[in-house]
T-cell receptor, first 113, second 114 residues
Framework: DGGITQSPKYLFRKEGQNVTLSCEQN?????MYWYRQDPGQGLRLIYY???????QKGDIAEGYSVSREKKESFPLTVTSAQKNPTAFYLCASSAGAASYEQYFGPGTRLTVT | GDSVTQMEGPVTLSEEAFLTINCTYTATGYPSLFWYVQYPGEGLQLLLK?????DKGSNKGFEATYRKETTSFHLEKGSVQVSDSAVYFCALSDRGTGRRALTFGSGTRLQVQP
């Protein structure tokens, strides 16, 4: 089955530690995205990548970093510089230039204490 | 910039009631419009979409019409079920800006009681 996988589903870290969230897709999609969701709020864009080895900052990129070395993978690192890292993180992908609908993974809930 | 405004929830209905969730948008270009649904603890699932004015998206009994004159994309369902309880997000993607990332509303929680 084609889809997007995110791991782990739940992640716990101590303050001051960097943590990397995994996102893999087997849909052969060119574009991939990371969103952050806080309780009772909509999704906010962190980073996106339209092609391998290229990515752009979204609306709330500070304290986060990404890489896109392979088409299938778009890992997100939450650094110690991110002031409020506890949130639900969602990865998404979309097909090429003609398609704007996005497909989402199941999400990773990160808790930093 | 682009924005999406949804009615605040929660919306509480009895089973078989009629549902409307309002969504209006502001966009600088030519948006495609979407409704996504999120069940507790899960990611978002695409429910329906419309890519141009007067298009009607429909899926699983839900429908929404792209109204350019009122900049709206209201979600409707004639008879809700308990299984429809979830959070619904209206979103747009603005082709005119070239940015393909979605702009989301804040979500509307629907609770359907038996």
């Amino acid at each position: 089955d084609g889809g997007i996988t995110q791991s782990p589903k739940y992640l716990f870290r101590k303050e001051g530690q960097n943590v990397t969230l995994s996102c893999e897709q087997n849909l052969n999609h060119d574009a991939m995205y990371w969103y952050r969701q806080d309780p009772g709020q909509g999704l906010r864009l962190i980073y996106y990548s339209q092609i391998v080895n290229d990515f752009q900052k979204g609306d709330i990129a500070e304290g986060y970093s990404v890489s896109r070395e392979k088409k299938e993978s778009f890992p997100l690192t939450v650094t110690s510089a991110q002031k409020n890292p506890t949130a639900f993180y969602l990865c998404a992908s979309s097909a090429g230039a003609a398609s704007y609908e996005q497909y989402f993974g199941p999400g990773t809930r990160l808790t930093v204490t | 910039g682009d924005s999406v405004t949804q009615m605040e929830g929660p919306v509480t209905l009895s089973e078989e009631a009629f549902l409307t969730i309002n969504c209006t948008y502001t966009a600088t270009g030519y948006p495609s419009l979407f409704w996504y649904v999120q069940y507790p603890g899960e990611g978002l699932q695409l429910l329906l979409k419309a890519t141009k004015a007067d298009d009607k998206g429909s899926n699983k009994g839900f429908e929404a019409t792209y109204r350019k004159e009122t900049t709206s994309f209201h979600l409707e369902k004639g008879s809700v079920q308990v299984s429809d309880s979830a959070v619904y997000f209206c979103a747009l993607s603005d082709r005119g800006t070239g940015r393909r990332a979605l702009t989301f509303g804040s979500g509307t929680r629907l609770q359907v009681q038996p």
